[in-house]
C-alpha cells in the first residue's frame, strides 16, 4: 500500500522549474535522488517515489531544509495498483504533473543461463513495464494540460548489447520512447531520453571502472532536458565513441567482451 507524506505542499514560486511538479521515480538513492534535489533546487516541486521509506524521508529532508518542496509517495514500482495511485496522488496534492522522470531501475549481473525467471520478470517490471505503466498514468493529464516533460533513465547498456536482461530492458525503454515522442510530437509534451554510462550509485558499488563521475551529472543533464528536450543524450559524452564502434563495427565489441566469458 502507497502511503505519503507532504513537506511545505505549496507550490515554489523561483527558479527556472517554478510552478512545476516533478514526478522522480527511484528517488531513494543514486541518479534518482541527486534528479530529485537538482530539480528542487530548480525550484520545481518534487515527489519522490521508491519503496524504502526511510531513504526517501531523507531525502525530502534535504530538500525542505534547502528551502524546496517535497511529497513522499512510496511506490514499487512491480504493482500496477501502486504505480496508477502514485500518479493519482500527484494530481490530487498538487492538480497537475509537468514533469516525469522514470528512472526507477535496477541492474543484472548474473549469466542469463543462471537467472531464476522470477529475477527475469522483476528486472522487466522495474526497468520497462513500470516505466511504460506510469507514462501511461500521466500521459492523458499531460495531452490536456498540452504541457509536460517525461524524460527515462536508460543505459549506454541500452545501445551496446551488454547484458542479456538489463540490455533488453534499456533497449526496451529506448524504442519506448523514441517512438512515443513520435506519436505525441506537436502535443507540447517533450520526450527525452538520458543514456548514462557508469555512474559511481550503490549500482555500481564494487565496480572498478576508472572515470566514473557521480550521479549528480546525469542529474543536470535531466534537468536542462526540461527545459530543453533532446530525442537522446549520452552522459558522459565520451560513452558515444563506445556507441560509434558497436553501431560501426560490432565484432570490434564482441573481442571487448570475449574475456568474460561468463556465458559458459
Ligand atoms: N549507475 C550507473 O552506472 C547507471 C548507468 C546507466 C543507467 N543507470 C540507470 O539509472 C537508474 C538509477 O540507477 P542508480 O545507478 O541511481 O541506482 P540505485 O542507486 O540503485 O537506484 C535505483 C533506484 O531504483 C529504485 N527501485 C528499484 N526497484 C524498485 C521498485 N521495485 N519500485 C520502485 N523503485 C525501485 C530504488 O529504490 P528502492 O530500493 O527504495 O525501491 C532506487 O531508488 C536505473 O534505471 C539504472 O538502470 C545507472
Redesign the pocket.
Known sequence: MASESGHQMALTTQGALASQVAIV?????????ATARELARRGATVVL????AE??EAQAAVITAAGGQALVVL????DAAQVARLAARTLEVYGRVDVLVN?????ADRAFARTAPEDITHTV???LL?TMLLTRALLPEMLRQRRGAIIA?????GLIAAEPI?SAT?YGVRGFMLSLRRQVAGSGVSVSLV??????????RGLRVPL?PG?EV?ARRIARLITHPRREVVVPRYYRVAVFFERTMPWLVDLAFRPRGRGK
Do not use: C, H, W
Open positions: 521515480t527511484g528517488a531513494s538513492s543514486g541518479i534518482g535522488a517515489a521508491a519503496r524504502r531513504e526517501l511506490t514499487d514500482m512491480t528512472n526507477a531501475g535496477l541492474g517490471q522495474v526497468n513500470g533513465v536508460a543505459s549506454v547498456a538489463y534499456k543514456s548514462p554510462g557508469f555512474i559511481r550509485t550503490p549500482l555500481t566514473m550521479p546525469v
